[in-house]
């Protein structure tokens, strides 16, 4: 197998890609993946060699993927938004045989020199005459590492998550057949999400081009702009972040504008119950939200296909197991919070060259430990409570941030809440909140013991002008520790 060739299955004169006034079909993406192929096998790329591809949300980032795919190489996506001494310590632990550059990262040329791996332009390759001697596909093992995603350790330094063909594979199946009414070829698929993450790259790239779909690529999110393709193109999939979708909830956007979107997809981080609500409301569009990660090629669960219940991510996806267990590996209650622990063709083959980091999330029997805490419902609805490392014990009692974060999100006057752990002499830790917005103090503390138990209310606020968000909505809480 190779998941590059899942294009060559499609009408090559079907449009694939649009991005701006250009439209791309699947045959002539073919033929730019073999340009690739041709470049690499020149440079006698052999598979499993490690290939970066530098690029924004632009067409020459996919026929750079699919082509190094198709010559066995492993690809790494890399921002081309990356400042340089982040790029370079990106590098450093990766160490690729060649850089593949597109246009949106043509300022890397006058720094090549001092990375000291080579670069090729892809525009230059773009622009080669098509040959007939393009290299075959090379077959791929389902196990054979297919793309090594850039992700962060809990210190912050740079950790590489190695995801197979088989991986990938199972999570685009879970997406387009896997539930009901997946994504078809006739779909038209707003690419705003980032390619460098896997929510962008795998549960929208990769998954539409596996279908047949078309893409409509906007190379950095804008509010109107977005507007404006949705319109334009009639987009009927339409996958973002929370902070698109607040974004996109606030808007007096032209009355029909959402009317042709039948998949609405919200991932990466939780959805604030008052976005879903005004999305409903003031455009009739009803967001599901999914759960997954690096890790786990994207894709866990899903509320597609099922009722929705607010604050929860849906249940698992075909062939996914989750249990939830106790500090000591213990299956909890339903009802009772744990740990999220997980199997299935999705999880992912480890960290590149860090055995011991892979040993501690990887047992040998296939479970993933997420360091996420859930609690599952009577009905198999997952609910996210958090993250395990950002736990905060008070007087031996254990407060997740993620609660007291909702409820004060829940203010009126509060518009960004982020909850992190203080140093305590009588309790050993203590809450403190970082918000944004304008709400009283006295009434904000008020409001919380309202709706908390007296060992999770913040005992401090700091009022602040932004917070860490990271653009996929992930808090970055080390920042505030």
């Known amino acids: 197998m190779n998941i590059a060739g899942s294009i060559e299955q499609h009408d090559p004169g079907r449009a694939a890609l649009v991005d701006g006034d250009i439209t791309v079909t699947y045959g002539e993406l073919s033929a730019n993946a073999a340009l690739v192929r041709s470049a690499l096998a020149a440079r006698s790329i052999q598979p499993d060699d490690r290939v970066a591809v530098l690029c924004g949300n632009e067409p020459l980032f996919i026929s750079a993927a699919l082509g190094a795919l198709g010559v066995g190489a492993r690809v790494i996506p890399m921002k081309a938004s990356n400042p340089l001494p982040e790029l370079e310590r990106k590098l450093a632990v990766i160490k690729p045989s060649v850089i593949l550059v597109g246009e949106d990262a043509q300022w890397i040329h006058e720094h090549g020199e001092t990375l000291g791996v080579p670069l090729l332009d892809l525009g230059r390759v773009a622009s080669t005459p098509a040959s007939a001697d393009a290299p075959p596909l090379v077959d791929r093992d389902a196990n054979d590492v297919a793309f090594m995603m850039l992700t962060s350790g809990v210190s912050g330094d740079p950790k590489v998550a190695m995801l197979s063909h088989g991986n990938l594979d199972a999570g685009q199946a879970a997406i387009s057949t896997g539930v009901e009414d997946g994504l078809k070829p006739e779909d038209v698929v707003l690419g705003a999400l980032p390619v460098a993450h896997i929510f962008g790259l ?5 998954t539409a081009l596996r279908v047949g779909a078309l893409i409509v ?47 609405a997809l919200s991932g990466a981080a939780a959805l604030p119950t008052d976005v879903y609500e005004a999305m409903l409301d003031r455009h009739g569009v009803s967001v599901e939200e999914g759960y997954g990660m690096t890790e786990t090629a994207g894709v866990l669960t899903t509320s597609r296909g099922a009722p929705m219940k607010q604050r929860s991510v849906g249940r698992a996806v075909p062939g996914i197991d989750i249990v939830l267990v106790d500090d000591d590996g213990t299956p909890v209650e339903t009802g009772d919070s744990g740990e999220i622990v997980v199997r299935g063709p999705g999880i992912f083959c480890g960290y590149y060259d860090d055995q011991e980091t892979t040993d501690h999330v990887l047992t040998d029997d296939g479970w993933f430990w997420t360091g996420d805490v859930g609690v599952f ?24 941030p993620a609660e007291v974060e909702n409820i004060l999100r829940e203010h009126p006057g509060v518009d960004g809440a982020v909850v992190v752990g203080g140093e305590s002499i009588e309790t050993g830790e203590t809450v403190i909140a970082h918000i944004c917005g304008t709400a009283d103090l006295d009434e904000l503390d008020a409001f919380a013991k309202a709706r908390l138990t007296r060992y999770k209310c913040p005992t401090e606020y700091r009022v602040v002008d932004e917070l860490p968000v990271a653009p996929t909505g992930k808090i970055i809480r080390r920042e505030l520790r």
Do not use: C
């Open 202 to 206: 795998n549960a929208v790239l990769l």
């Open 377 to 400: 419902d009577d009905e198999g609805y997952l609910f996210i409570v958090d993250r395990v490392k950002d736990l905060i014990i008070v007087s031996g009692f254990n407060v997740y």
């Open 217 to 263: 690529l906007e190379r950095r999110f804008d509010l109107e702009r977005s507007l404006g393709l949705i319109r334009q193109h009639q987009i009927t999939v339409l996958a973002g972040a929370p902070p698109m979708w607040r974004l996109w909830s606030q808007i007096e956007a032209p009355e029909g504008t959402f009317a042709s979107v039948r998949i």
